[in-house]
C-alpha cells in the first residue's frame, strides 16, 4: 500500500541557510501534519493543513512557514536555520482521524 | 496544553513475557493512537482506537480506550526480539488536522 512520502531524506544544510521539505500524503488522505523529532525526544507538533487551509498550530517558529498545495502535497519551509533545528521532520496524513507517518527527513545543520 | 503521561519509560524484558503500557491525560481524547518507533525510522501506526471502552487487537497486540478518555494501555503478548523499540502513545482531540499529542515514549528491549 502507498505510504506517505517524504524527501529529502537526509539534508544537510549551513546555519542561516534555508531548506525546504516535501511531503507527498497518502492518495485521498486531505489532512497533512508536520512534526519535529529531537534525539531522544517525542515528536513535537509543528503545524497541520486540511483541505489546503491550515487547521491546527503548534510550536513552529516563524523562521519556519508551511502550506499544502492543490494537489495535498506538502511543503515546509525553514529559513535562518540555527544548529538547534537538527532534527528528524516527520509529515503525517490522515483521512478523518487514523494518521500515518512517513519515514521523515533528517536535517543537520552546520 | 495537553500532556499526556506514559509509563513505564523503559522495560527489558525476557523473550515470551507480556508487555504492559499506558498512558494518562489530564484531558480527554477523540482519538488514542499507538505506535511502535525504530531508530531512524517513521512512527508506525500500531492500533487506532475511537471510542471510550473500545478493546482492538492487532495480533499479539491489545489496546483499550479509557472508559473516562483520559487514558490507554497497550498489551503485547509473547514477546520476540523484533518487538523492540520505542513505543508511543498518542491522543487527539476534535477533527481531523487537530494536533496529535504524543507521549513520551515506552522504550522495550527483550532479551532471547
Known sequence: AAGVIQSPRHLIK???????????P????DT????QQGPGQDPQFLISFYEKMQSDKGSIPDRFSAQQFSDYHSELNMSSLELGDSAL???ASSHENTIYFGEGSWLTVV | GQQLNQSPQ????QEGEDVSMNCTSSSIFNTWLWYKQEPGEGPVLLIALYKAGELTSNGRLTAQFGITRKDS????SASIPSDVGIYFCAGQLGNAGNMLTF???TRLMVKP
Do not use: D, Q
Not at chain 1, 14 to 24: D, G, I, P, Q, V
Not at chain 2, 10 to 13: D, G, V, Y
Not at chain 2, 73 to 76: E, M, P, R, S
Open chain 2, 10 to 13: 523503559s522495560m527489558f524484558i
Open chain 1, 32 to 35: 497533512v501534519y508536520w512534526y
Open chain 1, 26 to 29: 497518502i492518495p485521498r488522505h
Open chain 2, 73 to 76: 494501555f497497550l498489551n503485547i
Open chain 2, 103 to 105: 507521549g513520551g515514549g
Open chain 1, 89 to 91: 521532520y516527520f509529515c
Open chain 1, 14 to 24: 549551513e546555519k542561516r541557510e534555508t531548506a525546504t521539505l516535501k511531503c507527498y
